[in-house]
C-alpha cells in the first residue's frame, strides 16, 4: 500500500493563499493527522490529495503515481484515484438500508453481484456492523452510522483513506471510544491514513505523526510527544493545552546528543533547560513549561517560589494558579493537596521538562 507525498502544494482563492507550499510526506500505513486552527488550510490540503480541489501549484503523488502536477498540468480525476473518504458532513443515505450505503462505491462501478456482497459484509465485519446490514440507515446510533460511512470508504480497498474530521458529530464519550477503534483497525489493516481534525487530544491519541499547519502553512511534523514536549515555537506549544511562558536569558549552553542544555536566568529563578539548538551567553529565550510538569514543595534543577492565588477542584486533578515575580502560573497537582489561597509554595521543574524556544 503506497504513502502520499506533497511536494511544494499550494492553493490559492482569490488573494488567499489558502494552502501556502505545503512539504509532507506520508509513509505507507502511517497514520498522519493534520491538524490546526479553523481556516488553516486542512480541509483544502485534503481535498487536493482527493482530487476534489485543484493544486495551483506543486506535486501530488500516491505510491509512485503523480497525480497532480501543476506546473506540468497533469490532474488525475478523484474517481481514479484508489482513495477512501469519510468526511464530517459526508452522511450516509437515509433512504438506504446499511448493506446498499455500503454496496453504493461497488454498484456504481458494476462490480457483480455476489462479489458486491461478499465485499461488503467484510467491510461491515471490520467495522463490526454486519448484524445491521439490512437496518434502514437512520435506525442507526451517530457512531452506528460513522461506522458505516468508515466501512463504505474502505468497501473498494482503497490505498489511501482521507478522514476529516469524521467523529467531529459524536458526544466526546462516544468520540473518543470510535476513535480508539478506528486506530485499532488502522493499525490492523495497515492502511495508509490521512486524518484532519483541530482536536489536538484526538490527534495525539491517534497518529504516528502530527502536522501542526497554522494559515496554510506547516509549523511543524513530529510525532506526537514531539510536537508536545519539544514544540518548535511557541505558536506550536501554545495549540496543546495552556502552557506556562518565562522570558529568561541563556547564561550557558552545551550540546546533550540530541538537543541542548541551557543554564539560564530570569523572572526569579535560574536552572538548566532544553532545547533543540545551541545558543550564546545572553541569548533571549522563552522557556515553556507544562502545567502537569511543575512539582510543588521540593527544590529541583530549576525552582522558584510562588503565591497561591486560585485553586480550582476537578476530581482527578487540581488547577492552581500562581503568582510568583509579578506573573501567573498555572500548575495542575493532585486533588489531595491541599492549597490555600495566600499560602507560599516552591515550584520546581526538571531541566528534561523544561523547554526553550526562540522568543
Ligand atoms: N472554495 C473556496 N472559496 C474561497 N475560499 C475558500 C474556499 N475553500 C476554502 N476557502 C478558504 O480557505 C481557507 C482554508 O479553508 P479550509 O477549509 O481548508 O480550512 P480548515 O483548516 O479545514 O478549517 P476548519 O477547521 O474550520 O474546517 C479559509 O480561509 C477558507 O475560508
Ligand atoms: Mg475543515
Redesign the pocket.
Known amino acids: 500500500m503506497p504513502g502520499v507525498t506533497l511536494k511544494g502544494v499550494g492553493r490559492r ?2 488573494a ?1 493563499k ?2 501556502d507550499s505545503i512539504d509532507l510526506a506520508v509513509e505507507h500505513g502511517e497514520f498522519v493527522t493534520l491538524l ?10 485534503l481535498r487536493m490529495v482527493a482530487g476534489l480541489e485543484r493544486n495551483d501549484s506543486g506535486v501530488i503523488a500516491i505510491g509512485d503515481r503523480v497525480v497532480s502536477d501543476a506546473a506540468a498540468d497533469l490532474f488525475v480525476p478523484p474517481d481514479h484515484r484508489k482513495l477512501g473518504m469519510v468526511f464530517q458532513s459526508y452522511a450516509i443515505w437515509p433512504h438506504m438500508t446499511v448493506f446498499d450505503n455500503v454496496a453504493y462505491p461497488l454498484s456504481v462501478r458494476h462490480v457483480a453481484r455476489a462479489e458486491i456482497r461478499a465485499r461488503v459484509m467484510a467491510a461491515l465485519k471490520l467495522v463490526e456492523m454486519e448484524a445491521y446490514a439490512g437496518r434502514p440507515a437512520p435506525a442507526l446510533s451517530g457512531g452506528q452510522q460513522q461506522r458505516v460511512a468508515i466501512a463504505r470508504a474502505l468497501v473498494f480497498e482503497p490505498e489511501v483513506l482521507l478522514l ?2 469524521p467523529l467531529s458529530n459524536l458526544d466526546a464519550r462516544l468520540r473518543a471510544q470510535m476513535g480508539d477503534e478506528f486506530r485499532a483497525l488502522q493499525r490492523r489493516l495497515k492502511i495508509t491514513t490521512l486524518y ?1 481534525t ?1 482536536d489536538q487530544e484526538e490527534a495525539m491519541a491517534l497518529s504516528d505523526r502530527v502536522v501542526v ?1 497554522d494559515k ?1 502553512r506547516v509549523l511543524q511534523v513530529g510525532a506526537p510527544e514531539e510536537v508536545y514536549h519539544r514544540p518548535a515555537s511557541r505558536t506550536v506549544a501554545a495549540f496543546f493545552g495552556t502552557p506556562n511562558f518565562i522570558e529568561a536569558r541563556v547564561t550557558a549552553s552545551r550540546a546533550n546528543g540530541r538537543d541542548h542544555v541551557l543554564a539560564i536566568e530570569g523572572a526569579g529563578m535560574r536552572g538548566d533547560c532544553r532545547a533543540a539548538e545551541a545558543h550564546e551567553p545572553g541569548d533571549a529565550v522563552l522557556v515553556m513549561i507544562r502545567p502537569e510538569d511543575v512539582t510543588l514543595d521540593s527544590a529541583g534543577p530549576l525552582s522558584w517560589q510562588g503565591t497561591v492565588v486560585d485553586g480550582v477542584f476537578r476530581g482527578p486533578r487540581r488547577t492552581l494558579t500562581i503568582e510568583a515575580q509579578g506573573r501567573r502560573f498555572t500548575v495542575e497537582c493532585r486533588a489531595t493537596r491541599a492549597a490555600s489561597v495566600g499560602d507560599t509554595v516552591t515550584l520546581s521543574v526538571d531541566a528534561d521538562n523544561a523547554w526553550a524556544v526562540r522568543p
Not at 36 to 45: F, L, V
Request: hydrophobic content about 30%; overall charge negative.
Open positions: 482563492f482569490g488567499l489558502a494552502v490546526g486552527p479553523s481556516g488553516c488550510g486542512k480541509t483544502t490540503t476529516d474530521e484532519v483541530h499547519m496554510g
